[in-house]
T-cell receptor, first 114, second 110 residues
Framework: NAGVTQTPKFQVLKTGQSMTLQCAQD?????MSWYRQDPGMGLRLIHY???????DQGEVPNGYNVSRSTTEDFPLRLLSAAPSQTSVYFC?????????????FGPGTRLTVT | SQQGEEDPQALSIQEGENATMNCSYK?????LQWYRQNSGRGLVHLIL?????REKHSGRLRVTLDTSKKSSSLLITASRAADTASYFCASGGSNYKLTFGKGTLLTVNP
């Protein structure tokens, strides 16, 4: 199994541009989520999904969209990039919807918005 | 707002010493988890302790949970240089979300 994969690893955007961060998992996990990690802030939940066709907002959803058309994929879309979205983005998945289960993380995407 | 808060923010020890990190959380949980993050990498799950457990061991790791004080501690015994990393606690409630703290940066000097 490849686990959780994310592309791209690095990205530089200009303010106002849009882009999609890709996330895929091959473990047939029900739950997937996106976090952003900023210095001194830990990980903050952006959006999550408890199964194909079901998504919900996390702690910091503004400026981001998600969809979950398949079990494997959970892309994160930045609609109009802003410098405040400069961060490292992590995708994660776990077997069950509930939290009594370890999460598997992807390697991250480092995004810079100029 | 962040639910878990780790203490200390940074810890520097010598190889062979024990390292203790603490985590506090604010609301009721059904489990608490600890993760490690090496520089520039994703997080890796270390251990999960359920709310009805008080202590759990895994290799050189020992986790305790005190639900009356809403706190947990992670002890790494006989530390090695390879243990150098950031350590995060994450609290899980009855909903679907894990809430992460800000992390403790552990440096183990050879």
């Amino acid at each position: 199994n490849a686990g959780v994969t994310q592309t791209p690893k690095f990205q530089v955007l200009k303010t106002g541009q849009s882009m999609t961060l890709q996330c895929a998992q091959d473990m047939n996990h029900e739950y997937m989520s996106w976090y952003r990690q900023d210095p001194g802030m830990g990980l903050r939940l952006i959006h999550y999904s408890v199964g194909a066709g079901i998504t919900d907002q996390g702690e910091v959803p503004n400026g981001y969209n998600v969809s979950r058309s398949t079990t494997e994929d959970f892309p994160l879309r930045l609609l109009s990039a802003a410098p405040s979205q400069t961060s490292v983005y992590f995708c994660a998945s776990r077997t069950h919807r509930g939290t009594l289960d370890e999460q598997y993380f992807g390697p991250g995407t480092r995004l810079t918005v100029t | 707002s962040q639910q878990g808060e780790e203490d200390p923010q940074a810890l520097s020890i010598q190889e062979g010493e024990n390292a203790t990190m603490n985590c506090s959380y604010k609301t009721s949980i059904n489990n608490l988890q600890w993760y490690r993050q090496n520089s520039g990498r994703g997080l890796v799950h270390l251990i999960l302790i359920r709310s009805n457990e008080r202590e759990k061991h895994s290799g050189r790791l020992r986790v305790t949970l005190d639900t009356s004080k809403k706190s947990s501690s992670l002890l790494i015994t006989a530390s090695r240089a390879a243990d150098t990393a950031s350590y995060f606690c994450a609290s899980g409630g009855s909903n679907y979300k894990l809430t992460f703290g800000k992390g403790t940066l552990l440096t183990v000097n050879p």
